[in-house]
């Protein structure tokens, strides 16, 4: 996913202005005052035209977010740019895994995998990246078989019914 400008710029702002050791509790933070934020009423109230910054930082209040954080959030509320908050945390996140030398990789399966082949595919990831591999596993039994990775921007589709794609592609131009 590529992230605008703006997004980058603020998500480097705020990357820069956390302590090191306080960047995992600012995320935390607002990754929780999001998914509360996100719910559609309380979202169209926030973003709403007439809803005025004051009534915006008082829905953040509740949340007691870490330093640099309130700040941050006064910020983008007084510059009208929340609808970009969540495209600015999830760039924080990634600014913060970077730095960390992590990354994620989204595992899709047809069915269940087990913690051995997890930790199988988390060493070869690792070494493939040379970066310290987190694991989301999710199910879709379209996919027939095999697996399909996405990690660092990159899909690696080794799925029965993509390779069944590409022989019916093959099969129609002959």
């Not at 870490?66 to 910020?75: H, I, W």
């Not at 999710?138 to 069944?164: K, T, W």
Request: net charge neutral; with cysteine; proline share 6%.
């Amino acid at each position: 996913m590529s992230s605008s400008p703006a997004v980058k710029r603020y998500a480097a702002a705020l990357f820069q202005a956390c302590q090191e050791d306080k960047r995992q509790q600012v995320l935390s933070g607002l990754q929780e005052a999001l998914r509360v934020l996100q719910e559609p009423d309380i979202w169209g109230f926030l973003i709403h035209p007439r809803t005025s910054p004051t009534q915006r930082r008082q829905l953040l209040e509740p949340f007691d977010l870490a330093s640099p954080a309130n700040a941050f959030v006064d910020l983008v509320i007084e510059k009208r740019r929340e609808t970009l908050l969540p495209a600015i945390v999830q760039e924080f996140s990634l600014l913060i895994r970077a730095a960390e030398n992590r990354v994620e990789a989204i595992i899709t399966s047809p069915e269940p995998i087990s913690e051995t082949q997890q930790e199988r595919l988390r060493k070869t990831l690792s070494g493939l990246t040379g970066k310290q591999v987190s694991l989301d596993s999710r199910i879709n039994p379209e996919i027939l078989g095999g697996l399909v990775i996405e990690i660092d921007g990159q899909v690696i589709d080794g799925s029965i019914a993509h390779e069944l794609a590409k022989l019916r592609r093959r099969l129609s131009l002959a």
